[in-house]
Nanobody
Framework: QVQLVESGGGLVQAGGSLRLSCVVSGRTSSSYTMGWFRQAPGKEREFVAA????????YHADSEKGRFTISRDNALNTVYLEMNMLKPEDTAVYYC????????????????????WGKGTLVTVSS
């Protein structure tokens, strides 16, 4: 059994920054390709970023490139999402998710391919 717990969400002004964390617990906690997704009210859950199981490769959605950065510290069983230059349209519940270690980063764009999900953390960006 694997559990993912997100934290770090909150209220921030447009242009501000926020760092989200996702702690993964359970057996072989670092042996997953990890991703961040977000879902705003009335919208579909969308892909934000992904990182390979050892952290050597990353993939970011085009809309977030240059602003968001995904990283991981396997010693701490934690995945991060650094968000800079936040915009009101970034407001959403952000979810951490895990897929098999061999899942390609491109495949991570599909939420349906995830094995485990966190319960999310709310990020609200005010204008």
């Amino acid at each position: 059994q694997v559990q993912l717990v997100e934290s770090g969400g909150g209220l921030v002004q447009a242009g501000g920054s926020l760092r989200l964390s996702c702690v993964v617990s359970g057996r072989t906690s670092s042996s997953y390709t990890m991703g961040w997704f977000r879902q705003a009210p009335g919208k579909e859950r969308e892909f934000v970023a992904a990182i390979s199981w050892i952290g050597d490769k990353t993939y970011h959605a085009d809309s977030e490139k240059g602003r968001f950065t995904i990283s991981r510290d396997n010693a701490l069983n934690t995945v991060y999402l650094e968000m800079n230059m936040l915009k009101p349209e970034d407001t959403a519940v952000y979810y951490c998710a895990a897929a098999g270690r061999w899942t390609t980063l491109a495949t991570m764009r599909d939420p349906g391919g995830m094995i485990y999900w966190g319960k999310g953390t709310l990020v609200t960006v005010s204008s």
